[in-house]
């Protein structure tokens, strides 16, 4: 089946069955490595991409479900202003350990902060909590979505 989506700004034309998984289509035949696999049942968050803005994991969202949405992955989100601040805080705060769970990490805090832009630790917490990081930055991520909202970086749970 030829299906005709929009990546990043750009229209592809790709051959893959309608159940084929989005991130497959990404990374298989579109040759976009960004989007991790990490679990194949949504629990991780490591393939989050966008569609028309909204965190959706790639790794149970068949072809046919992606209709005319317009997916934004990891490779294209520093081009949107809050991914950019978002990319810089992540740097800027050091919060990569091994890195694989992070471009999921980026795309679930830019979609926080493009609906949220001065988010609460709470809304944080609501925001990520389906991003699963073995390496424990949670710390650092949060710290870095704060410092791309323009936010003290202090956790108000502490103390």
């Given at each position: 089946?030829?299906?005709?989506?929009?990546?990043?700004?750009?229209?592809?034309?790709?051959?893959?069955?309608?159940?084929?998984?989005?991130?497959?289509?990404?990374?298989?035949?579109?040759?976009?490595?960004?989007t991790k696999f990490g679990?194949?049942?949504?629990?991780?968050?490591?393939?989050?991409?966008?569609?028309?803005?909204?965190?959706?994991?790639?790794?149970?969202?068949?072809?046919?479900?992606?209709?005319?949405?317009?997916?934004?992955?990891?490779?294209?989100?520093?081009?949107?202003?809050?991914?950019?601040?978002?990319?810089?805080?992540?740097?800027?705060?050091?919060?990569?350990?091994?890195?694989?769970?992070?471009?999921?990490?980026?795309?679930?805090?830019?979609?926080?902060?493009?609906?949220?832009?001065?988010?609460?630790?709470?809304?944080?917490?609501?925001?990520?909590?389906?991003?699963?990081?073995?390496?424990?930055?949670?710390?650092?991520?949060?710290?870095?979505?704060?410092?791309?909202?323009?936010?003290?970086?202090?956790?108000?749970?502490?103390?």
């Open positions: 089946m030829s299906v005709t989506i929009q990546v990043n700004g750009k229209t592809h034309k790709v051959n893959a069955d309608g159940d084929t998984p989005l991130l497959w289509v990404l990374r298989d035949l579109l040759d976009m490595k960004g679990c194949g049942m949504a629990v991780c968050g490591a393939c989050t991409v966008h569609l028309d803005g909204k965190p959706t994991r790639a790794c149970v969202t068949p072809l046919s479900a992606v209709g005319k949405a317009k997916i934004t992955t990891i490779e294209a989100i520093g081009q949107t202003a809050i991914g950019k601040k978002v990319q810089e805080a992540w740097l800027q705060v050091d919060v990569l350990q091994c890195g694989y769970c992070q471009a999921g990490q980026i795309m679930a805090a830019t979609a926080l902060l493009q609906s949220v832009p001065k988010p609460t630790d709470a809304d944080i917490d609501a925001a990520m909590s389906g991003n699963l990081c073995r390496c424990a930055t949670y710390p650092r991520i949060r710290a870095a979505i704060k410092q791309a909202a323009g936010l003290p970086t202090t956790d108000s749970r502490e103390g």
